[in-house]
């Protein structure tokens, strides 16, 4: 379980496919090493990974083929920067909002524009996940907890403040870029309950 609040920027200094999967080498940013270890959960760009190994500059995580194609991790090359979060700690003060790093699809960046101080993003969602958004409502996109501002067809903006725009990649995005996005947890469930009852009363 994560919190969408990026703990760091890390880098990736491999990308090698493996037997139908990719191994990601990377770089932990302010994350020391001497704190990971194997079979610990990391979100990287907002997908929950397990550390596979650690090195002393870093660590390595296996993308699955599943990963793979319901994510953007597979476009990730050597150089590349990536949102990083830890597994929430259990009776640490819970920020941001519940995210299990299931991505449910990936976005398109459909504008940016300057407000004041903050930066605005509209995002275009997959088509399936348009119900899950809603003004006012949680988003997780590449791992960044947000706030829906407004919702309009199947694009949905956010206002990014100057703290997340330079401590996360949300500064860097542009037009056209792919993102991973979850949708709020709950909202997810409720609708699965919803789905289950019409579903008994047929």
């Known amino acids: 379980m994560f919190t969408g609040i990026v703990e760091t920027l890390g880098r990736i200094t491999q990308a ?10 990377l770089e932990p940013g302010a994350i020391p090493p001497a704190e990971l270890k194997v079979g610990d959960s990391i979100a990287v760009n907002g997908a929950c990974l397990t550390v596979a190994a ?15 194609h319901c994510t953007t991790l597979g476009s990730l090359s050597a150089g590349d920067r990536v949102n990083l979060e830890r597994a929430v700690v259990a009776g640490r ?7 299990c790093g299931h991505v449910d699809g990936v976005g398109k960046i459909l504008a940016r524009e300057m407000q004041n101080d903050a930066l605005e993003l509209a995002i275009i ?17 590449d791992g960044v907890s947000l706030t ?19 401590q996360t990649l949300c500064g860097g995005y542009r037009v056209a870029d792919r993102v991973n996005i979850e949708v709020d947890l ?17």
Do not use: M, W
Request: charged share 25%; glycine share 8%.
């Open 54 to 68: 650690v090195e002393a500059a870093g660590f390595a995580v296996d993308v699955s083929p599943e990963s793979l």
């Open 186 to 202: 709950v909202a997810r469930y409720l609708d699965g309950l919803l789905a289950a009852r019409v579903d008994t009363h047929k």
């Open 148 to 166: 829906v501002n407004e919702v309009q067809d199947n694009a949905f903006s956010v206002q990014i403040v100057p703290h997340t725009r330079t």
């Open 93 to 99: 003060r819970l920020d941001g909002h519940l995210v």
């Open 16 to 25: 090698q496919p493996a037997g139908g999967h990719l191994r990601l080498v």
């Open 125 to 141: 969602a997959p088509e399936e996940l348009k119900k899950f958004i809603v003004r006012k409502g949680s988003v997780c996109v």
